[in-house]
């Protein structure tokens, strides 16, 4: 039942009800992919478990809020970056967050929205493990923008990094997993140039 509702329904079933498994819910949804994020800024993982574990907390604190919160994800990002910066700061470790300079900027962020949607469950498969493959931090802002929606300006002001950044890792992103697809197709046998989803793959990635 609680898997098939939205963050909204989640959230307003939390803050009306105090409803404990709408809140286990939401924490099984982003907890994996939030201590992956923490980690950005924590290099050890227990860390980033406890700083996830204590935004989670206090979000079940002010429950009774959480159904006016409109931006969800972008709500609990920040509130995990918030929360990993003061455990930084309280230990006086200083971390770099430097992001790689670039130039090329991508059309936009929607450009790789509809990807999953031309592979059948073979290739999706593959493609997933593509991502996985993807260098951390590329694999990061990948995920924040096709995963989890974020636009590009509020994956840079979360990653302290410009527009570029993003839109650079974005672009090597899509073009590493487009070289993989072709890879992957080409070892099936199949013939790209008559295969109608290569049509479509190049429409999605150039």
């Given at each position: 039942?609680y898997t098939a509702l939205s963050n909204s329904d989640l959230l307003f079933q939390i803050s009306v009800n105090t409803?404990?498994?709408?809140?286990?819910?939401?924490?099984?949804?982003?907890?994996?992919?939030?201590?992956?994020?923490?980690?950005?800024?924590?290099?050890i993982h227990e860390e980033a478990e406890d700083v996830v574990s204590d935004v989670f907390v206090n979000l079940l604190?002010?429950?009774?809020?959480?159904?006016?919160?409109?931006?969800?994800?972008?709500?609990?990002?920040?509130?995990?970056?918030?929360?990993?910066?003061?455990?930084?700061?309280?230990?006086?470790?200083?971390?770099?967050?430097?992001?790689?300079?670039?130039?090329?900027?991508?059309?936009?962020?929607?450009?790789?929205?509809?990807?999953?949607?031309?592979?059948?469950?073979?290739?999706?498969?593959?493609?997933?493990?593509?991502?996985?493959e993807l260098p951390p931090k590329r694999k990061l802002v990948f995920k924040m923008v096709k995963d989890d929606g974020?636009?590009?300006?509020?994956?840079?002001?979360?990653?302290?990094?410009?527009?570029?950044?993003?839109?650079?890792?974005?672009?090597?992103?899509?073009?590493?997993?487009?070289?993989?697809?072709?890879?992957?197709?080409?070892?099936?046998?199949?013939?790209?140039?008559?295969?109608?989803?290569?049509?479509?793959?190049?429409?999605?990635?150039?």
């Amino acid at each position: 039942m609680y898997t098939a509702l939205s963050n909204s329904d989640l959230l307003f079933q939390i803050s009306v009800n105090t409803d404990k498994k709408a809140f286990a819910e939401l924490f099984n949804r982003y907890h994996c992919k939030l201590v992956s994020f923490a980690l950005y800024y924590l290099p050890i993982h227990e860390e980033a478990e406890d700083v996830v574990s204590d935004v989670f907390v206090n979000l079940l604190k002010k429950h009774s809020q959480l159904k006016d919160i409109d931006n969800f994800d972008g709500y609990i990002y920040f509130a995990v970056k918030n929360h990993c910066l003061n455990s930084i700061k309280k230990n006086k470790r200083k971390e770099r967050f430097v992001g790689i300079s670039s130039e090329m900027e991508i059309r936009s962020e929607k450009c790789i929205q509809p990807l999953e949607q031309l592979l059948n469950k073979e290739l999706s498969y593959f493609y997933n493990c593509l991502i996985e493959e993807l260098p951390p931090k590329r694999k990061l802002v990948f995920k924040m923008v096709k995963d989890d929606g974020l636009k590009i300006a509020e994956v840079a002001k979360l990653l302290e990094i410009t527009n570029k950044t993003v839109k650079k890792h974005l672009e090597l992103a899509v073009k590493e997993i487009r070289l993989g697809i072709n890879e992957y197709l080409e070892v099936k046998g199949k013939n790209t140039k008559t295969n109608p989803l290569q049509s479509e793959k190049e429409k999605v990635f150039i």
